[in-house]
T-cell receptor, first 116, second 114 residues
Framework: GAVVSQHPSWVICKSGTSVKIECRSL??????MFWYRQFPKQSLMLMAT?????????EQGVEKDKFLINHASLTLSTLTVTSAHPEDSSFYIC????????????FGQGTRLTVV | GDSVTQMEGPVTLSEEAFLTINCTYT??????LFWYVQYPGEGLQLLLK?????DKGSNKGFEATYRKETTSFHLEKGSVQVSDSAVYFC?????????????FGKGTHLIIQP
């Protein structure tokens, strides 16, 4: 149990286009989902925290208009990178915590975004 | 702000060798500490955790002790196996991991040779 699935696992898009990444909790309801970004040989950096039905909370320095987060249900959150540029190329990872748990976050496999 | 520093990799060991991966942290309060592992092609998985000073987390033969005096949470295993090859991340948070985001170290790539 406690499986989190991200889709797609990798994507290549052209500069100026938008790309959506999905994060699903397959076998549990997630009160909170998190989005991280990882540069090569760097830490995972928390981008934003989303709670079902409310606006996401973004970390300092993260552009909320560029990285749109929607958490429409207890099993799905989406990250949309708008007007993507090559500097947005990165590895994006989501995690979800289970309703009633509060003690552990479960991670998706990550999405490799390349903007050309 | 809070930060986590862990040893750079890759770390290459022979099977059955003793493993230590160092992790130190800087925090304004008293966080919970975690080790996550990422096997090739998979998401991060919680390996072990400790929520207060002097606690020892353990799982699958791995251990780490929360040392407040040295602000450290070093990961150890007495005899590694090829299947332990993965990337290991040290992390901290104040909520136990579920309600707040985690602050991660850069990750240490461990390679175990037969």
């Amino acid at each position: 149990g406690a499986v989190v699935s991200q889709h797609p696992s990798w994507v290549i898009c052209k500069s100026g286009t938008s790309v959506k990444i999905e994060c699903r909790s397959l076998d549990f309801q997630a009160t909170t989902m998190f989005w991280y970004r990882q540069f090569p040989k760097q830490s995972l950096m928390l981008m934003a925290t989303s709670n079902e039905g409310s606006k996401a909370t973004y970390e300092q320095g993260v552009e909320k208009d560029k990285f749109l987060i929607n958490h429409a249900s207890l099993t799905l959150s989406t990250l949309t990178v708008t007007s993507a540029h090559p500097e947005d190329s990165s590895f994006y990872i989501c995690s979800a915590s289970r309703v009633g748990s509060g003690q552990e976050a479960f991670f998706g496999q990550g999405t490799r975004l390349t903007v050309v | 702000g809070d930060s986590v520093t862990q040893m750079e990799g890759p770390v290459t060991l022979s099977e059955e060798a003793f493993l230590t991966i160092n992790c130190t942290y800087t925090a304004t309060g008293y966080p919970s500490l975690f080790w996550y592992v990422q096997y090739p092609g998979e998401g991060l998985q919680l390996l072990l955790k400790a929520t207060k000073a002097d606690d020892k987390g353990s799982n699958k033969g791995f251990e780490a002790t929360y040392r407040k005096e040295t602000t450290s949470f070093h990961l150890e295993k007495g005899s590694v196996q090829v299947s332990d090859s993965a990337v290991y991340f040290c992390a901290l948070t104040y909520s136990g991991g579920g309600a707040d985001g985690l602050t991660f170290g850069k990750g240490t790539h461990l390679i175990i040779q037969p």
